[in-house]
């Protein structure tokens, strides 16, 4: 088996559009919660979100959408793209910046590219109503590729001439973190060099208002307290949206290209829980499985772990079953204990986003030397007492990293990270 390194990575997020932003946001524990416009309507009981700043992408046009300026996106482009097509695109152009490829680097086909998103319920209700409404000869020719799932990879893979592998992932919350694992089997068996992950969401009312009736979304009208996971009073996850890219790369190929390296990826695990369409088990079963995986693929013992980047989105039953998971792993008031830490009390839940910008984030942590802390907890949950939950950033430096997905029908992914 290969080995398989981060070189490089590209953040469109909540809390920061570069990695200087994300990476001050995360030690400083800023977080991305607004009073979000859209939703402060009698009839909407959520008020909070978490959008992504400095994009206007609220029109079904495309040719009206803003971006920064540092991004130039053809016409012919955007036509085909959803508003998480245009997030990825500049995540894309960053992440190929932060590792210094060039267009012979990765348009060959050693190179490939693994996307997760949930489409585009934004977009692609827009063009249902003009199929019904005008006729089928009226809808936006670019109109399918722009609005369903796999946009993020037809959109990617055709512009940057990727030429190896491509697929989407659709395991829901867990949908970036299979991505990556399953990238990282590409390198670690020699099928290819190099491997770009994305996972990217809308993050907009029509992506995130739904999980609403699934009483999923938090109700607080405080932004501050709208996104708590681990804490007793937690009451539902904040939406977010945007895009992160994570390049892998094989240690041939670092050292053929002298590239900078964040940390190794040293392993991953899955499991399912066959419990529930859309609850976790409430012992964490399947979620324990995976790190368990996790673990014999790393060929780490859960004493080696130093930092834990937990899925926990701040709803009551999730947050729960992930805690009792990582209980029966690593034990209760152990010496050996990790420090624990869900970043999505800062940038809110991404849904499919989640698992790769996580991942990224715990890359950072480990070259940068810091554990962010778990924001927003005012009274830890007793069923959590005897984890090591941080409540502010340490200044130490990772060795070993966990970091947990849980999507939808009881799908897990856990990831290892490694100092080098």
Not at 19 to 29: M, Q
Not at 137 to 150: D, E, F, H, K, Y
Not at 305 to 328: C, M, Q, W
Not at 400 to 417: C, D, E, I
Request: glycine share 10%.
């Amino acid at each position: 088996m290969r080995k398989v390194f981060i070189t490089g990575v590209g953040f469109i997020t909540s809390i920061g559009n570069d990695l200087a932003t994300v990476t001050e946001s995360l030690r400083e524990l800023r977080h991305g919660m607004v009073l979000y416009p859209p939703f402060q309507k009698p009839d909407i009981p959520v008020k909070v979100a978490a959008p992504i700043k400095d994009f206007q992408t609220d029109s079904t046009d495309a040719e009206d959408w803003v971006f920064p300026a540092r991004y130039s996106i053809r016409r012919e482009l955007l036509r085909g793209m959803a508003p998480h097509g245009v997030y990825a695109y500049c995540a894309m152009l960053q992440a190929l910046e932060d590792a210094k490829l060039t267009e012979a680097d990765y348009s060959n086909n050693d190179t490939g590219l693994y996307a997760a998103s949930g489409g585009s319920p934004f977009l692609l209700g827009y063009y249902l109503e003009r199929l019904r409404k005008f006729g089928v000869m009226r809808c936006q020719p670019l109109g399918i590729v722009a609005s369903i799932s796999g946009t993020v990879n037809f959109n990617l893979v055709s512009h940057f001439k990727i030429k190896g592998a491509s697929t989407g992932f659709s395991s829901a919350c867990a949908s970036s973190a299979h991505a990556l694992g399953f990238a990282f089997d590409e390198i670690a068996l020699g099928r290819q060099k190099r491997m770009f992950i994305v996972g990217a969401e809308d993050g907009n009312v029509e992506s995130i208002l739904p999980f609403a009736g699934m009483r999923a979304l938090s109700v607080q009208t405080d932004p501050a307290q709208a996104s708590r996971p681990f804490d007793a009073a937690r009451d539902g996850f904040v939406g977010t949206g945007g895009a992160t890219v994570v390049v892998l790369e094989s240690e041939e190929e670092v050292e053929r290209r002298g590239a900078k390296v964040y940390c190794e990826v040293a392993g991953w695990g899955q499991a399912s829980d066959g419990h529930n369409v859309a609850i976790s088990h409430p012992e964490g079963t399947g979620l324990r499985v995976a790190i368990e995986n996790a673990f014999r693929s790393a060929d780490i013992t859960p004493d080696q772990v130093d930092y834990v980047n937990a899925h926990a989105t701040s709803t009551p039953i999730g947050d729960l079953s992930e805690a009792r998971a990582l209980k029966a792993i690593f034990g209760s008031n152990s010496p050996t204990r990790p420090a624990i830490s869900s970043t999505k009390a800062l940038t809110g839940h991404g849904l499919s986003l989640a698992g790769a910008m996580e991942a990224a984030f715990c890359a950072v942590a480990i070259r940068e030397g810091f554990m962010p802390g778990s924001a927003h907890i005012t009274n830890l949950d007793p069923a959590c007492e005897g984890l090591n939950i941080i409540r502010s950033t340490l200044p130490n430096r990772p060795n070993v990293v966990l970091s947990n997905s849980s999507g939808f029908g009881g799908a897990n992914v856990a990831l290892v990270l490694k100092r080098v």
